[in-house]
């Protein structure tokens, strides 16, 4: 089992930056295909970035079309944390952030994912 907590939300003004942290606990999670995901009010969860490990400490990451250019998603194996980095924020982006983890290569959608953490509020105001 692992544990994910995410933080660092909050609010910002349009055109502001956050960085987003998970810390995972439980078991490390340096072998895991850890995502990012947001559920804004009254939709459904939205895939927006993930990392997955080729081998090694080598890892590949892939956006979401709404997130390419303006985040970046890394991480730190000795804090076993991942973080998403995101810049440009609109008030589009408000919303519910979580991360999540798969032991099995994971992917863009929910059902991917076997671990999630209870979200961390991100609000962009005009």
């Known amino acids: 089992q692992v544990q994910l907590v995410e933080s660092g939300g909050g609010l910002v003004q349009a055109g502001g930056s956050l960085r987003l942290s998970c810390a995972a606990s439980g078991r490390a999670i340096n072998r895991d295909t850890m995502g990012w995901f947001r559920q804004a009010p009254g939709k459904e969860r939205e895939f927006l970035a993930s990392?997955?490990?080729?081998?090694?400490?080598?890892?590949?990451?892939n956006y979401a079309d709404s997130m390419k250019g303006r985040a970046a998603i890394s991480r730190d194996n000795a804090k076993n944390t991942v973080y998403l980095e995101m810049n440009s924020l609109q008030p589009e982006d408000t919303g519910v952030y979580y991360c999540?983890?798969?032991?099995?290569?994971?992917?863009?959608?929910?059902?991917?994912?076997?671990?999630w953490g209870q979200g961390t509020q991100v609000t962009v105001s005009s």
């Open positions: 990392s997955r490990r080729i081998g090694g400490n080598v890892y590949s990451t």
């Open positions: 999540a983890a798969d032991t099995s290569g994971g992917g863009s959608l929910s059902s991917d994912y076997d671990y």
